[in-house]
């Protein structure tokens, strides 16, 4: 893989790009936000490894510019900063994975197959229909009767995972492992969070609600 690591310790930098090397990636380094944004917006990477804390201008922020432009790249974000409202943050501008400082770094490795097998699982031009209900992965769009839907990045994998599985009863593990990486804390609320982001955006104003609850086992978008 062709990485781009945006982290301004040195040490940590160092250590990250001489262990991916050894797994045969290619790694670019940035040693603050301005030059991550830089490097980002003008190269082709297939993962963007993002710390929180940077120089000129914040991780998030980064993220969130980044995010304007290559919707379908990959971002991880490593910090300290590891509390539920920090990884929710991220999450809201748009990485596809939290890993908190410090970690081994066999985790950072499973977190980037993690997301490159989620990159690869739909081919471009995929598209899914449920009723009236129409997602086009290619172009990220979402329209409900004709109407355009603006989903966050976590948003719409969400409701991508869902409607690969329509009317399958998908319990909140496999939703933590599919959207948002493998050790995802289960026991904070934030998939059942994000289901009524959806549930707001997707089902409210409609007649037929297409998100459902299965209690005790999981959620579901059926037909």
């Given at each position: 893989m062709?990485?781009?690591?945006?982290?301004?310790?040195?040490?940590?930098?160092?250590?990250i790009?001489?262990?991916?090397?050894?797994q045969?990636?290619?790694?670019?380094?940035?040693?603050?936000?301005?030059?991550?944004?830089?490097?980002?917006?003008e190269?082709?990477?297939?993962?963007?490894?993002?710390?929180?804390?940077?120089?000129y201008?914040?991780?998030?922020?980064?993220?969130k510019?980044?995010?304007?432009?290559k919707?379908e790249?990959?971002?991880l974000?490593?910090?300290?900063l590891?509390?539920v409202?920090?990884?929710v943050?991220?999450?809201?501008?748009?990485?596809?994975?939290?890993?908190?400082k410090?970690?081994?770094?066999?985790?950072?490795?499973?977190r980037?197959?993690?997301?490159?097998?989620?990159?690869?699982k739909?081919?471009?031009?995929?598209?899914?229909?449920?009723?009236?209900?129409r997602?086009?992965?290619?172009?990220?769009?979402v329209?409900?009767?004709?109407?355009?839907i603006?989903?966050?990045?976590?948003?719409?994998?969400l409701?991508?995972?869902l409607?690969?599985?329509?009317?399958?009863?998908?319990?909140?593990?496999?939703?933590?492992e599919?959207?948002?990486?493998?050790?995802?804390?289960?026991?904070?609320?934030?998939i059942?969070?994000?289901?009524?982001?959806?549930?707001?955006?997707?089902?409210?104003?409609?007649?037929?609600?297409?998100?459902?609850?299965?209690?005790g086992?999981?959620y579901?978008?059926?037909?």
């Amino acid at each position: 893989m062709n990485i781009l690591l945006i982290e301004d310790e040195s040490k940590v930098a160092a250590f990250i790009k001489k262990g991916l090397e050894e797994q045969l990636h290619n790694v670019t380094l940035a040693y603050d936000g301005l030059m991550g944004v830089k490097l980002a917006l003008e190269n082709d990477f297939d993962l963007v490894i993002l710390d929180v804390v940077l120089p000129y201008t914040s991780g998030f922020e980064v993220c969130k510019q980044i995010r304007q432009f290559k919707m379908e790249l990959p971002i991880l974000m490593l910090s300290a900063l590891g509390t539920v409202t920090d990884k929710v943050t991220g999450l809201e501008n748009g990485a596809d994975d939290y890993l908190t400082k410090p970690f081994h770094f066999e985790e950072l490795l499973a977190r980037i197959n993690a997301l490159d097998r989620r990159r690869n699982k739909v081919l471009p031009g995929t598209y899914f229909e449920i009723e009236d209900l129409r997602m086009d992965c290619y172009r990220k769009t979402v329209t409900r009767a004709g109407n355009l839907i603006m989903l966050t990045v976590k948003e719409f994998t969400l409701l991508e995972t869902l409607m690969f599985n329509k009317n399958r009863v998908l319990s909140r593990a496999y939703i933590a492992e599919a959207v948002w990486g493998i050790n995802f804390n289960r026991g904070t609320n934030l998939i059942d969070v994000y289901i009524n982001y959806l549930r707001t955006k997707i089902d409210k104003g409609y007649p037929k609600q297409l998100i459902h609850t299965i209690v005790g086992m999981g959620y579901m978008i059926r037909d």
